[in-house]
């Protein structure tokens, strides 16, 4: 299997609210794509884990995702260990992306800046041939580049992808997780924990002023470490 991306993201649903317009767009272009959850999500204060399970199978369907994996780690405990970072590695030497979209490493969720570093430091080592040997595999392979992407935290852009045409559809994508978005209880108005507002209009709201920043209607920003090389793969694929 060969992935030209691969989203590295904490929990499922992350992959979809952070990037499911770029991502969305990249499969528009015939790109190869692929999501590895670092967790089920079965911390998560609403849903339960087959409710997860059952929407993230239907966000699947609804991308046309290549690939979906799960790292299986503790949900509210994924730390960038030794261990983790191998295991990451590994599945980048499988499915050999061309760049990787993750977590940036500032958040607020401690899932998110650990998932953050653990593509960082993953990144790295898949390039390593003697590590790579160490796992049984029989060559390194490191993704051309990384990109981050935002959850709670704002940060300066390197690059907003203009995703007005796919808008609608990242909408139902978000709604695909409808346990995320739905009040559980009478105690429990359905906002977001951390921010108050519903989180269908935080992603609505955090989209238009991206987008406002390059002068389209809706946009997910990316960061990217250092500047971006001429030849960068993914601003190839998003002109095709
Ligand atoms: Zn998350």
Redesign the pocket.
């Known amino acids: 299997m060969k992935l030209d991306f691969l989203v590295v993201a ?2 499922p ?2 992959a979809e609210m952070s990037v499911g317009g770029t991502i969305l767009r990249l499969i528009d272009a015939s790109a190869k794509v692929g999501i590895v959850d670092c967790t089920r999500g079965e911390m998560g204060t609403r849903g339960t884990q087959t409710d997860r399970d059952s929407e993230t199978a239907a966000a699947d369907a609804l991308m046309g995702i290549h690939a979906r994996f799960n790292l299986n780690l503790p949900d509210a405990r994924v730390e960038a260990s030794v261990e983790n970072r191998e295991k990451l590695a590994a599945l980048i030497r499988k499915t050999k992306p061309d760049v990787l979209l993750a977590h940036h490493p500032e958040d607020l ?1 401690p ?2 800046m650990a998932a953050g570093h653990l593509a960082r430091e993953a990144w790295y080592l898949s390039g390593l041939k003697r590590l790579a040997q160490l796992a049984g595999d029989t060559s390194a392979h490191r993704p051309t580049n990384i990109f981050h992407f935002l ?1 709670h935290v704002a940060q300066d852009p390197t690059l907003v992808v203009d995703i007005s045409h796919v808008w609608q559809r990242k909408l139902e994508l978000v709604r695909c997780y409808e346990s995320q978005l739905a009040a559980q209880d009478t105690e429990d108005d359905g906002s977001h924990f951390l921010f108050g507002s519903n989180i269908e209009v935080r992603i609505s709201t955090k989209a238009r002023y991206f987008g406002e920043k390059i002068g389209v209607q809706v946009g997910e920003p990316l960061v990217h470490l250092g500047p971006l090389p001429e030849n960068d793969p993914l601003r190839q694929w998003l002109n095709k």
């Open positions: 904490a929990h649903d992350d969720h899932d998110h959850s």
